[in-house]
């Protein structure tokens, strides 16, 4: 995700990293070609070629605006509710934090609390196709490890850990019934979060949507000069860029926001959330040296 400050006018027409510029500036330069073409010939060949009446380019880019807004808003909202369910997750992890420690005997607690960062940890390596095991290692015992191992879901086998130890604790006769019960809705409230995170990640937008709103913009963009050329001349090289920047822009963002979970600069920064959950739960524990917060690396938290 980016982070950085707006800044002035002039400092935001001309910035780079954080826009989708990087991504899109081949087709955008193709565009301009394809215009520097259109008004060349002309004059090159002496060969007008030929003009096409502005209307219908204002009906289609009216269309195809609405239908890109349409389709920025859905993945924006793929995104925002991404963000939540991970905002739920630290919330749930903090709670487990303050409860886990001070209701399990000995150092079950501690034990759970661990489990909690494994499974985050797991869990944002899954999402992003990453190594799960090597992720949650470092918070589960080595005996547990084989177990988490051996699993093809590892973070409901960490939760399964996480079970066992409350089940075990409410029969030595740690807590009573009404206390299992609200430390079980922890974990269950954990276990919804990764359904809903899995849901996202595995039901993306139609892809014949999409793939209609690509092309549509290709085909604007490509005849544009078409309907421009007599009127702004020289200029509309210059026109078919602002309008290819407008269109391949949101396109490209749409494309980002679409799939949350990866490591895309307008992404979640799941590896900075999960770090937070490390510091606030090893604080709950009393560990000493807690890891400082992942920083931005050139204005992008991941």
Not at 41 to 49: E, I, N, S
Not at 207 to 213: E, P, Q, R, V
Not at 255 to 272: K, M, Q, R, S, W
Request: contains cysteine.
């Amino acid at each position: 995700m980016i982070v950085r400050a707006t800044g002035s006018s002039l400092s935001m027409l001309f910035a780079i990293r954080g826009s989708v510029v990087p991504q899109i500036w081949p087709r955008m330069l193709v565009v301009v070609l394809a215009a520097a073409v259109v008004v060349a010939v002309p004059h090159l060949w002496a060969q007008p070629l030929p003009s096409i009446s502005l209307a219908p380019f204002s009906l289609i880019g009216l269309v195809l605006s609405i239908f890109l807004g349409f389709r920025n808003n859905a993945c924006y909202d793929r995104w925002w509710e991404a963000r939540k369910q991970w905002g739920h997750l630290i919330a749930q992890a903090r709670a487990i934090g303050r409860e886990f420690p001070a209701l399990l005997p000995g150092d079950a607690g501690e034990r759970a609390v661990r489990r909690v960062i494994g499974f985050c940890a797991c869990l944002s390596a899954r999402l992003r196709g990453r190594d799960e095991l090597a992720a949650a290692v470092p918070w589960i015992p080595a005996a547990e490890a084989v177990r988490v191992a051996a699993a093809r879901n590892k973070p409901q086998a960490i939760t399964r850990l996480l079970t066992h130890e409350i089940i075990a604790a409410h029969r030595a006769g740690a807590f009573g019934e009404v206390t299992l019960r609200l430390l079980e809705d922890r974990i269950e409230e954990m276990n919804a979060v990764q359904a809903a995170c899995e849901r996202i990640r595995s039901t993306p937008t139609p892809f014949a949507y999409s793939l209609l709103l690509h092309r549509t913009s290709w085909i604007f963009c490509l005849l544009s000069p078409f309907g421009l050329w007599e009127t702004c001349g020289i200029m509309t090289p210059l026109f078919s860029l602002v309008l290819a920047y407008a269109f391949f822009g949101l396109d490209a963002l749409g494309d980002e926001l679409e799939e949350p979970f990866g490591t895309l600069p307008n992404d979640l920064p799941l590896d900075a959330m999960v770090r937070i959950i490390e510091i606030d739960l090893l604080e709950a524990v009393g560990e000493a040296h807690l890891p400082e917060p992942v920083k931005p690396v050139k204005y992008q938290l991941t």
